[in-house]
C-alpha cells in the first residue's frame, strides 16, 4: 500500500499529454534536422529520447514525466520552429493538403465523379428535367430544401408584376440568350457559370427568368402553353396592338392577373455518377459500354481523317454516350421501308434499325429497347414509347443506309495511324453524337460509367 511519501504515477490524461509532445518532438527532428546546429540537433535528440523512456516506463512519477516533458519543451522552443508551439492552421493546413492529394490521386487513376447534364442518354441516365406544378400549389421552403437534400431540385417561379397575356420575347431571333450568373445563383453560390436568360412580358411589363445553361426551358414552355414538342413550332401572333407583339411568340390566351404564377417548376439535378478511370488502363472499350471522354481533339481527330462532318464541337468537354462502334467495325441504320411516323418528329431523324458489322447491334440494354421502339413504329402507328427509348434515327452520318467504317490504327488508308470509336447517345433524338461531329479518338477515352451515387431515385446503383 502507498504511503504520502510514494511518488503519485502520471495518470492517463499526462501520458496522452507527453505522447502528443513527443510526437511532435520527433517531427520537428525529422523535419529540422539538417538546418539545426549541432548543439540545437544533439539538445533535441537527448529531450526526445528522454521523454521516451520516461513514457515507456509504466511506474514512471508524474513529477519525473512533468521535468522530462519540460526539457523537450525547452528544447523545442529553441529549434522547433513552426512546428513548435503546435500551430493548429500548420497541423489543419497539413491535413488538407494531405487529403486534396488522395482525392485527385483518386480521380485521376480510380474514379471521376460527373455529373450528366443533358438528357441525350436518357432514359439509361437522366440530365436535368423538370417537374411543373399546374394544378397543384409550389412547395414550402421546408419542401423545397428536402427536395435539394434528395434530388437535388432547384426551385423557379415566375410571379406576374402586373395583368395580361404571356409573351415571349424574341432576343435577336432566339428564345433566349447566354449570360454569365455570378452570386447567388453560381455554382456553389460563388463560381461564375453560364445561365440561359428568358425575357417574358405580361400587360406590358418585362419579367426575367434564368436557369441554368444546359436546361432547355424552350421545351417545357412548348409543352406547358402549346402542347406541342417544339417552340418553333409555335407560331408569330399579331395582337392588335402590333408593337406589343413584335418580336414575341403569344404563349397563353389566357389572362393573368397580378400576382398570379403563370410558371413555376423544379429542375431536378441530373445524375451524378463516378466513372471507372481504370479499366481501360488493362481492357479494350466494348460496345455497349456507357463511355466517358473528352472533345478536345475530336474536331481535329476527324479533318485528319478527311472525314467530312456536319457539326463541330469546338470546345473541350466531358461527354458521355454509348459506344457502338469499335475499330474496324461497319455500321449503318437501315430504315424500313414501310414505317408509321405518324406524330414523330422527322425532324430528328425517321427511327431505323442500327446495324453492326451487318446485324443488328448487341450488348446493351439501350441497343434492344431501340429496335424495340423502332419495330413497334413499324407495325403500328402507335407512336407512344414503350420503355422510353425513342429508336435510333438516321441522320447525319448514319443517314438511311449509309455505311460508315469506324477508323483502326490497322487500316493501311488511316493516315493518322490511330484508332477511333463511335459513340451515340441512347435518346437520339436528342442527342448531339458521332452523327454529327464524327469520330472519338483513343486517346480521348476517360472511362466506363460505374456508379450512379446521386440523386436518391429508384436509378441509385451501378449504371447499366
Known sequence: ??????????NRRERKGAKELLRIGHKAWLYRKDKLTAIEERALKIANSGLHDALKNKRTSA?????????????????????????????????????????????????????????????????MTPHI????????????????????????????ESSGTL???????????????????GRFFIIPTMARRY??????????????????????????????ENLRDLPMVVAQDASLAQGRLKLSEKRFSKGEIPLAFDVL?????????????????????????????????????????????????????????????????????????????????????LLRNGQPIEGSEAFTENRRQTE?????????????YPGYRADGLLS?????????????????GKDGYFAMGDNSTDSLDGRAWGFVPENELIGRALFIYYPFTKRWGLSK
Open 199 to 228: 425575357v417574358f412580358e405580361i400587360g406590358g411589363k418585362e419579367h426575367t427568368l434564368q436557369v441554368p445553361a444546359e436546361f432547355d426551358l424552350d421545351e417545357l414552355l412548348a409543352k406547358k402553353f402549346a402542347g406541342i
Open 269 to 353: 439535378l441530373g445524375d451524378a455518377l463516378f466513372v471507372d478511370r481504370m479499366s481501360y488502363n488493362f481492357i479494350t472499350p466494348k460496345v455497349g459500354d456507357p463511355i466517358v471522354f473528352r472533345t478536345a481533339s475530336i474536331d481535329e481527330f476527324n479533318r485528319e481523317l478527311n472525314q467530312e462532318t456536319f457539326a463541330q464541337i469546338g470546345e473541350d468537354k466531358y461527354y458521355i454516350k454509348r459506344l457502338v462502334g469499335e475499330p474496324g467495325d461497319t455500321l449503318e441504320i437501315q430504315v424500313p421501308e414501310k414505317i408509321f411516323t405518324n406524330g414523330t418528329d422527322v425532324r430528328k431523324g425517321v427511327p431505323g434499325i
Open 63 to 127: 513529477d519525473d514525466l512533468e521535468k522530462k516533458a519540460r526539457i523537450l519543451d525547452d528544447a523545442l522552443r529553441n529549434s522547433g520552429g513552426l512546428y513548435y508551439h503546435k500551430k493548429s492552421w500548420v497541423e489543419n493546413v497539413e491535413m488538407l493538403l494531405v487529403a486534396a492529394i488522395v482525392i485527385l490521386g483518386i480521380r485521376s487513376f480510380f474514379v471521376q465523379p460527373f455529373i450528366i447534364p443533358t438528357n441525350s442518354m436518357y432514359p439509361s441516365f437522366y440530365g
Open 376 to 388: 413497334a413504329f413499324l407495325r403500328s402507328s402507335q407512336t407512344d414509347l414503350l420503355n422510353g
Open 167 to 185: 409573351y415571349l420575347v424574341l432576343q435577336n431571333g432566339s428564345s433566349h440568350r447566354y449570360v454569365q450568373s455570378n452570386f447567388p445563383n
Open 400 to 416: 438511311n443506309r449509309n455505311q460508315i467504317k469506324v477508323p483502326s490504327h490497322k487500316d493501311p488508308s488511316n493516315i493518322t
Open 133 to 160: 406544378y399546374e394544378d397543384e400549389d409550389p412547395p414550402s421552403f421546408i419542401e423545397r430544401c428536402v427536395d435539394k437534400i434528395l434530388l437535388g431540385a432547384s426551385h423557379y417561379q415566375m410571379e406576374a
Open 1 to 10: 500500500m502507498d504511503n504520502e511519501d510514494t511518488p503519485r504515477r502520471a
